[in-house]
C-alpha cells in the first residue's frame, strides 16, 4: 500500500493549485495527486484548440512541473474511499493510505433533457484530450455546425469553429450557428451592450447568431442531421456542440457519504472544508457563495477553482485562510473584441432590489489615439451601490487591457472599496500600454460615478 500525507483527487485547476500550494506551504509533506484523465488540457483554452491552436496537443498541462515540485502523479479514477481506515482504491487495484483528501473532481458538461442529445456527432465538451479530438475531427468533415448555449464557453466555440472554418479548405462553405434562449448571449455575465457588440462581432465573423431561440429536439439517425427548434424550423447540422453550462461530479463525494447536491456540489464551508475533518473539496465539484450575499451560486470558472485549491490546501492543518465568496470575474475575445465583467450587471441588481449608480468612460486604449493598434472606444461601466458608494459591479470592453482592468475592479469589490477610492487611485500609465492620465477608465468611471453620488447626497 502506498502511504501518502496529502492525496488530492483531481489534476485540474482546483487540484493542480492545491497540490502546489501544500508543496509551498508545506515542503515536508508527502503529495500524492490522482486524476483520471491521461493528460489535463488547459481548460479555458478548450475552444483555441479548434481554431488558433489546431491540434488538442498544444493545449496541454505539462504533467513535469508538478513532478519535478514533488508531486507524485496516478492517471486512474478513484474508484472508492474508505474514510474510517483513510484510504482510496483506484481503477488499477493501488491502495493509497492518507492523512488529508482534497477532492478536486471538477466537473462534467450539462446536457439537458432535449431529446436526440445522445445522438451521433452532438458533443458536450469533456475537459478529457482524447474526446476533445474527437470534436476536432467531427468538425473538420462538417459542413454545418451548430452550438447550442450563447454563454462564454458557447461563444468562444462558434467563434473558433467559425475560425476554423475560414482556414479550411472550402472556406465559406461551413455555416456556423449559434443559438441562445436567452434575448442575448453573454447576458448572465455581461451588460446589454456589450453582449450586442459581441454578437455583431460574431456575425461580421459569419456566425449565424440566434437568440430568443429554443431547442426542441436534435434530429439524426445514429448520427445528427439537424436541429429542430422551438419554433418548427429545422436547422442542417452534422455536428453539434452543447455548451449551456456544467454540472459538479459529486459521485465519489456522495458514495463516501458526504453531503452533496447535483446542482451546486459538495457541501463545504468558507475555508473548504466538508464535514468529514480530514476531507476538503475545492473547485467546480465544490459548493459556493456569493459574495455579496452569501446565498448558494454556480459561478464555476478556472480561476475561482485555482482560489480554492489553494484555500484548501493552506487550512489542511489549521484554518487560516477564507473563502470570501464568489465574485464571478470573467473575461473573453470575440473577434476584434474583448469583453470582461465582475460583479453584479445593472440587471443582476435591478433584479435583487440594490440601488445604484453608473458610472461610465470611453476612452482611446493608448495615448496619443493616433499609435497603431489603438482602440478609440474603449469603454469602462461601473456600478457602485447609492447608499454607500461601494463598488459592486464593473465591465470593460476593449483590448487587451481588459481582463487585468476587470481584476482591478474584482480586487477593489472584495476590498470594498468606494467611487472616491477609485476616483482618487494611482495607477500607471504609458501611451503602448494604457489610457491617457486624463481618462484611465477606471478613474474615470469612479469619478463620473462619484460625482453623481455627490451630487446626489448634496441634493
Ligand atoms: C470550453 C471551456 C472554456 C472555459 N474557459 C474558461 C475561462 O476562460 N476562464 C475561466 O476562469 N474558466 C473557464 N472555464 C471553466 C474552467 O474550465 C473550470 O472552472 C475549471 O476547469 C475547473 O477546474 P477543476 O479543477 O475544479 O475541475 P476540472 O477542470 O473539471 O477537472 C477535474 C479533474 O478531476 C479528475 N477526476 C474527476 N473524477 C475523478 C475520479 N473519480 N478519480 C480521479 N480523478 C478524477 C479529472 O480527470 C480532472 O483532472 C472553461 C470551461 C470550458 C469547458
Known amino acids: 500500500m502506498e502511504k501518502t500525507d496529502v492525496l488530492i483527487v483531481g489534476g485540474s485547476a482546483a487540484g493542480l493549485m492545491a497540490g502546489l500550494t501544500v508543496k509551498r506551504r508545506h515542503p515536508q509533506k508527502t503529495v500524492t495527486m490522482v486524476r483520471k484523465a491521461s493528460r489535463t488540457p488547459v481548460p479555458c483554452g478548450i475552444p483555441y484548440i479548434y481554431g488558433t491552436l489546431k491540434a488538442v496537443e498544444k493545449n496541454l498541462i505539462p504533467d513535469d512541473n508538478f513532478i519535478k515540485q514533488g508531486i507524485r502523479m496516478h492517471t486512474q479514477a478513484v474508484e472508492s474511499v474508505d474514510r474510517g481506515n483513510k484510504t482510496a482504491d483506484l481503477a488499477d487495484g493501488t491502495r493509497i493510505a492518507y492523512d488529508k483528501l482534497i477532492i478536486a ?255 461610465e468612460a470611453v476612452f482611446p486604449n493608448r495615448h496619443p489615439g493616433g499609435l497603431p493598434g489603438c482602440i478609440l472606444d474603449m469603454k469602462a461601466k461601473l456600478l457602485f451601490h447609492s447608499e454607500t458608494g461601494k463598488i459592486i459591479g464593473g465591465h470593460v470592453r476593449g483590448g487587451e487591457a481588459t481582463a487585468d482592468m476587470v481584476n482591478i475592479v474584482a480586487a477593489a469589490i472584495q476590498g470594498g472599496l468606494t467611487a472616491e477610492d477609485l476616483a482618487t487611485m494611482q495607477y500607471a500609465t504609458h501611451p503602448l500600454m494604457t489610457a491617457s492620465p486624463l481618462g484611465y477608465h477606471v478613474m474615470l468611471a469612479a469619478e463620473n460615478a462619484s460625482a453623481k453620488l455627490t451630487g446626489s447626497r448634496a441634493a
Not at 433533457?113 to 458533443?123: K, R
Not at 455575465?189 to 437568440?211: I, K, P
Not at 459521485?251 to 464535514?275: N, S
Open 105 to 359: 473532481t471538477g466537473s462534467s458538461p450539462a446536457m439537458p433533457p432535449i431529446p436526440g442529445l445522445q445522438t451521433g456527432n452532438v458533443f458536450g465538451i469533456k475537459k478529457e484530450p482524447e474526446y476533445l479530438d474527437m470534436i476536432q475531427k467531427a468538425l473538420e468533415s462538417s459542413r454545418n455546425v451548430v452550438v447550442i448555449g450563447g454563454g462564454f464557453i458557447g461563444v468562444e466555440m462558434a467563434e473558433q469553429i467559425a475560425l476554423m472554418a475560414q482556414a479550411g479548405n472550402d472556406a465559406g462553405a461551413v455555416q456556423v450557428s449559434l443559438i441562445e434562449m436567452l434575448p442575448n448571449c453573454l447576458m448572465l455575465a455581461c451588460e446589454q451592450e456589450f453582449c450586442s457588440d459581441a454578437e455583431s462581432e460574431l456575425r461580421s465573423l459569419g456566425v449565424n447568431v440566434m437568440t430568443n431561440t429554443q431547442v426542441k429536439a436534435i434530429q439524426g439517425n445514429g448520427k445528427v442531421t439537424g436541429v429542430q427548434l422551438a419554433s418548427g424550423e429545422t436547422i442542417p447540422a452534422d455536428a453539434v456542440v452543447v455548451g449551456i453550462g456544467v454540472t459538479p461530479n459529486i459521485e465519489l463525494a456522495q458514495q463516501i457519504g458526504l453531503e452533496a447536491d447535483p446542482r451546486m456540489g459538495i457541501k463545504v464551508d468558507a475555508y473548504m472544508r466538508t464535514e468529514d475533518p480530514d476531507i476538503f473539496a475545492a473547485g467546480d465539484c465544490a459548493s459556493k457563495f456569493s459574495f455579496f450575499d452569501g446565498q448558494p451560486t454556480c459561478i464555476r470558472l478556472a480561476s475561482v477553482a485555482c482560489s480554492e485549491g489553494m484555500i484548501a490546501a493552506s487550512n489542511l492543518y489549521a484554518p487560516v485562510r477564507k473563502c470570501m465568496g464568489a465574485v464571478g470575474a470573467f473575461g473573453t475575445t470575440v473577434g476584434k473584441n474583448s469583453i470582461g465583467a465582475a460583479g453584479l450587471t445593472t440587471k443582476a441588481a435591478d433584479d435583487a432590489s440594490i440601488p445604484y449608480v453608473v458610472g
